[in-house]
């Protein structure tokens, strides 16, 4: 099948790509591995998932219909309400009809004699075009995590990102959570309601900021509504795409009772915003160790125990270098009698056993093991697939030392092939689902005048793309983020390339380099007419 554009990836980026592109007059195709759509919400069906992100401003903004006729109930929406939210958008915008699902991309290479993609399916089915779009996600490679002996335990094994459509059923279980990153750190007080017992397997205590989740009353939801357009546009604006912009002034210059107060505001509604109470919290030391040092002091009036107290407490390493979770009663659940919490870092996991897990000599028993151990992130699934380019280098080879690219977008050696909220890009460090926007309104616009003036060939330049690499390690220099391991940097998997990945300039400073990047006529890209123009 012979379209203009394939969309590989049925998340929502992949999503809003297809009814975008489709809009434009393109006929396109999304290649989806799964029997499901929803990317990460279809896939991350744990008890406890919901967005970090107020459900308000992790929402499409594409169709002012859309945001008028659906209905939030919570400011931090449950996974079955954002796949629920999902569906709706797929419906209403008759996009089924052009999804493939249960379609694993296996390879896409140019062909450089008709100037068009050949994308392959794991079962040989083929598609050609003439655009590839890759929205295959930042997080959805999840980590194959095996500890040995895992083979002979009699009870269940479940990820969190491959959670079964039938959901377990904890009554009378103990259970294990090995990893305490954001999905953990969601299941685990609602684990704790249902299960006998839960046992935490904590590697690294991470800082963690209350949701302050609460219903959406008739009055929130219709103001939301009356003034939606300003509030995408303080999104847009805003270094993160929350909608808050942090106070100008650096944290260590404010007085300490009216930094204390900030905080205090901070942390009783802000969610993922904390981080963005002062502009330095992220930039510079003697700021951070004031926000890292409240939110110890929170966590530790949270928790009765003190030696538990002193184990949940994340130490070494800046708020926020990490990614910070945003919970609903994480801490307190270890108040619980029937919640306890074991330090793999003071005692490994050694193995797994018919019974349990064994560390540091002793058997905890279990019905139930849950992996929480998170993703290989921004470039796992880009890498699954064979991606191969002019000259037959494949991506692999280009990214073998970190993925370099133009914008996150463009890849030299690989025309007309385009990827969503990768590497590059603000993605992880935003408000992914506005950046998607983002970039595929930012597309679409490049489409349009490409179209109209017989561009039928787009390729960033190995100028333009070594300048951006170098740009975004600027900008990652002048923060603290390099200072921690974090999947940030390339640290969750073994034998990753330590390089930084998303793009630390914010979504704003984002967008302006986009638009500037368009008014001077897309420079850094090479648009050309190829001779081999099927609608010349
Ligand atoms: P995905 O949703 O990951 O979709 C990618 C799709 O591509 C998947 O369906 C996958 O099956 C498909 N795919 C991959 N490889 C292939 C292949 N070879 N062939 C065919 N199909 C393929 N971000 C926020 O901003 N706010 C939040 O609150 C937030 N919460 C999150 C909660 C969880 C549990 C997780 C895991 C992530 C969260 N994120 C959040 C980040 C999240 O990744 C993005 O917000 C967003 O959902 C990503 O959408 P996407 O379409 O880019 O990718
Ligand atoms: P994660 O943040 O990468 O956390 C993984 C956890 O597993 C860490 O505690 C890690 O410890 C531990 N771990 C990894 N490998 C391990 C091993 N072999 N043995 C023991 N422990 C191991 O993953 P995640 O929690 O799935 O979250 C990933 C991202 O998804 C988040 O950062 C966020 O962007 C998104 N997310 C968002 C939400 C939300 O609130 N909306 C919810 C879930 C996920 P170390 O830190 O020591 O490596």
């Known amino acids: 099948m012979d379209v203009d554009a394939i969309v590989i990836g049925a998340g929502f980026a992949g999503l809003r790509a297809l009814h975008t592109f489709r809009e434009q007059g393109q006929s396109v195709v999304v290649l989806e591995a799964a029997d499901g759509i929803g990317g990460v919400w279809y896939f991350n069906q744990y008890p406890g998932a919901r967005c970090d992100v107020e459900s308000f401003d992790y929402s499409y903004r594409f169709s002012p219909e859309l945001e008028q006729e659906w209905r939030w109930s919570e400011r931090y929406a449950t996974q ?37 993609w050949r994308v392959t399916a794991d079962d040989g089915r083929v598609w050609t ?4 779009i890759l929205a295959m996600g930042q997080l959805s490679a999840p980590k194959d ?18 959670w079964p459509k039938t959901e377990p059923d904890f009554a009378g279980k103990r259970v294990a959570i090995i990893g305490t990153g954001s999905s953990g750190v969601q299941m685990t007080p609602v684990i704790a309601r249902k299960a006998a017992q839960l046992t935490v397997f904590q590697r690294t205590a991470n800082y963690s900021i209350p949701a302050a989740n609460a219903p959406v009353s008739d009055e929130e939801d219709q103001a939301v509504k009356a003034g939606y357009r300003q509030r995408r546009d303080s999104a847009r604006n805003s270094p993160s795409g929350l909608g808050f912009v942090p106070d100008t002034r650096s944290a260590v210059d404010v007085p300490a009772d009216e930094r ?42 949270q928790v009765d125990d003190p030696a538990l107290r002193e184990k949940l407490i994340p130490k070494d390493f800046p708020f926020g270098t990490r990614r910070p979770s945003v919970d609903s009663g994480y801490f307190a659940a270890f108040n619980r009698d029937n919640v306890a919490l074991v330090d793999i870092s003071e005692t490994p996991i050694e193995a797994f056993t018919p019974a349990g897990i064994c560390t540091g000599g002793t058997e905890y028993p279990f019905d139930i093991i849950i992996y929480a151990t998170g993703f290989d992130a ?7 697939p064979e991606v191969i380019g002019r000259g037959g280098v494949s991506l692999r080879e280009k990214w073998a030392a970190g993925p370099v690219s133009f914008l996150g977008i463009g890849v030299h050696g690989f025309p007309n092939l385009f990827i969503i909220v990768g590497p590059g890009s603000p993605s ?16 679409s616009e490049l489409f349009a005048y490409c179209d109209a003036h017989g561009f039928d060939s787009i390729e960033a330049t190995e100028q333009a793309e070594r300048s951006w690499v170098a ?11 390099p200072k921690t391991p974090s999947y940030y940097l390339g640290a969750e998997m073994p034998n990753k390339p330590r390089v930084f990945m998303p793009y630390s300039g914010g979504v704003r400073g984002y967008r302006r380099i986009l638009e500037k990047t368009a008014a001077l006529g897309y420079e850094g890209l090479t648009l050309r007419m190829t001779e081999h123009r099927v609608d010349a």
Do not use: C, M
């Open 80 to 116: 079955p309400e954002i796949l629920r939210y999902i569906n709706h958008v797929a419906d209403r915008f008759d996009l089924r009809r052009d999804i493939e699902l249960d379609t694993r991309v296996a390879s896409a290479r140019f062909d450089e004699a008709s100037s068009r």
């Open 129 to 132: 075009a003439r655009r590839v």
């Open 145 to 162: 995590t095996t500890y040995p002996g895992q083979e002979s335990f009699a009870g269940q094994i479940i990820y969190s990102a491959r």
């Open 260 to 301: 204390e107060a900030a905080y205090e505001a901070a942390w009783n509604r802000l969610g993922f915003g904390f981080a963005l109470t002062f502009k330095d919290i992220l930039l510079n030391q003697a700021s951070n160790d004031t926000a890292s040092e409240f939110i110890r002091r929170k966590i530790a009036a």
């Open 378 to 384: 921004f470039t796992g699934s880009l890498l699954k």
């Open 428 to 443: 992880l460090l935003s408000n992914v689902l506005l950046s998607s926007e983002e970039q595929i309104d930012w597309l």
């Open 471 to 481: 740009h975004v390690n600027d900008r990652a220099q002048e923060t603290l983020y």
